[in-house]
T-cell receptor, first 114, second 112 residues
Framework: NAGVTQTPKFQVLKTGQSMTLQCAQD?????MSWYRQDPGMGLRLIHY???????DQGEVPNGYNVSRSTTEDFPLRLLSAAPSQTSVYFC?????????????FGQGTRLTVV | GESVGLHLPTLSVQEGDNSIINCAYS??????FIWYKQESGKGPQFIID?????DKRQGQRVTVLLNKTVKHLSLQIAATQPGDSAVYFC???????????FGAGTTVTVRA
């Protein structure tokens, strides 16, 4: 049982490049979400999903796309990277049937856009 | 807008002492209030939660207090240990949804 796995752990992009941050969970959780963490600002919700085929925007969705084709995977796409997207990105999952306050987080992806 | 926030960005504690981390919130409609711990280089980890109809909840070495009158949440850590050094976030969940809303975090440093 690996929990929530994020890849890559580190990434450097040039402005304008695109990339996909991968997130997979093996706990059969219905709810998955992406956050970004910037110094002094806590974690801000980018996008979330309540199940396969269903996604919705969070607090800071601009510049990011998501899809949820399976219960296990929830990739985050940066369409055209900008320096303002330099951040640490966390994926999280939680269960509807379990304790909805207990989200399980991945180890994070540290992204630098130059 | 409504948000969850923490009173102090940093807290330095002597090993063995009790720690108190505070948080102010403004969304009276939240169902749950939660504390997460984030160690360096890792993702946040659930510590303890409290439902909005409770005033106090205890876990292992931790106690969460909720004062709805002044919209204040606190986390008390008993006999603070070096492994308690981390960033602590309070978070809330509005009624009927699963979205977590986080405050800015308090960095706790434990002095030997």
């Amino acid at each position: 049982n690996a929990g929530v796995t994020q890849t890559p752990k580190f990434q450097v992009l040039k402005t304008g490049q695109s990339m996909t941050l991968q997130c997979a969970q093996d706990m059969n959780h219905e709810y998955m979400s992406w956050y970004r963490q910037d110094p002094g600002m806590g974690l801000r919700l980018i996008h979330y999903s309540v199940g396969a085929g269903i996604t919705d925007q969070g607090e800071v969705p601009n510049g990011y796309n998501v899809s949820r084709s399976t219960t296990e995977d929830f990739p985050l796409r940066l369409l055209s990277a900008a320096p303002s997207q330099t951040s640490v990105y966390f994926c999280a999952s939680s269960s509807f049937g379990g304790k909805r306050t207990e989200a399980f987080f991945g180890q994070g992806t540290r992204l630098t856009v130059v | 807008g409504e948000s969850v926030g923490l009173h102090l960005p940093t807290l330095s504690v002597q090993e063995g002492d009790n720690s108190i981390i505070n948080c102010a919130y403004s969304n009276s409609a939240s169902d749950y209030f939660i504390w997460y711990k984030q160690e360096s280089g890792k993702g946040p980890q659930f510590i303890i939660d409290i439902r909005s109809n409770m005033d106090k909840r205890q876990g292992q070495r931790v106690t969460v207090l909720l004062n709805k009158t002044v919209k204040h949440l606190s986390l008390q850590i008993a006999a603070t240990q070096p492994g308690d050094s981390a960033v602590y976030f309070c978070a809330e969940i509005p009624g009927g949804v699963y979205k977590l809303s986080f405050g800015a975090g308090t960095t706790v440093t434990v002095r030997a």
